[in-house]
């Protein structure tokens, strides 16, 4: 199994601050790299696929980068709303898997 | 607009089978855009995938789960199952209906809204 690690497992910051989260692949993925941000009771919802393809509806200020077996996810100008855990999951081979959650805090 | 719905028990006793299901609604289950599948969430943990399916029948299972899972579609009712045998409190979690998109890139969306199954006798 390809085994993903985020870090950091937890961070707190300010609205208006620049955020980068990272993901890091056991093995090589390509860019078969998605990202999900999951708020509390509500189920995980797509931000970013293939690495750094924006999903429809995202704000721009989501983005991510990457290939091989390093990821970033970033987000320019944290607001409020984007409080929550976030995970990033390999779709280069069976079984799927995903990182462990960075949870977001906001300051 | 795919929609996905869960359904089932919440509460299953131990050794017994786990089985849900889950309704597609604003696309047909024979898209041959899609996989449909399942992930878990133990509560306050991470998420785990645990199989995917075609509607024609060719499935993926998670090989840490594939002796007790099994999957299925239902192309008449527009709906997918997911049965789990020998359940233990280690699978209380809350179970997620998913579509697996799949062509040329494979990402999971849209998600169902969760269904939290407790095992306890």
């Known amino acids: 199994d390809i085994q993903m690690t985020q870090s950091p497992s937890s961070l707190s910051a300010s609205v208006g601050d620049r955020v980068t989260i990272t993901c890091r692949a056991s093995?090589?993925?390509?860019?078969?790299l998605n990202w999900y941000q999951q708020k509390p009771g509500k189920a995980p919802r797509l931000l970013i696929y293939?690495?750094?393809s924006l999903q429809t509806e995202v704000p721009s200020r989501f983005s991510g980068s990457g290939s091989g077996t390093d990821f970033t996810l970033t987000i320019s100008s944290l607001q409020p709303e984007d409080s929550a855990t976030y995970y990033c999951?390999?779709?280069?081979?069976?079984?799927?898997?995903f990182g462990q959650g960075t949870r977001l805090e906001i300051k | 607009q795919l929609q996905l719905q869960e359904s089932g028990p919440g509460l299953v006793k131990p050794s017994e089978t786990l089985s849900l299901t889950c309704t597609v609604s604003?696309?047909?289950?024979?898209?041959?855009?899609?996989?449909w599948g399942w992930i878990r969430q133990p509560p306050g943990k991470g998420l785990e995938w645990i199989a995917s399916s075609y509607y024609s029948g060719t499935t993926y299972y998670n090989p840490s789960l594939k002796s007790r899972v099994a999957i299925s579609v239902d192309t008449s009712r527009n709906q997918f199952s997911l049965k789990l045998n020998s359940v233990t409190a280690a699978d209380t979690a809350i179970y997620y209906c998913?579509?697996?998109?799949?062509?040329?890139?494979?990402?999971?969306?849209?998600w169902g809204q969760g269904t939290l199954v407790t095992v306890s006798s």
């Open positions: 999951q390999q779709s280069d081979s069976v079984p799927y898997t």
């Open positions: 604003g696309v047909s289950i024979r898209n041959n855009t899609y996989y």
């Open positions: 293939v690495a750094s």
């Open positions: 093995q090589s993925i390509n860019s078969d």
């Open positions: 998913v579509t697996l998109f799949s062509k040329s890139v494979n990402y999971f969306d849209p």
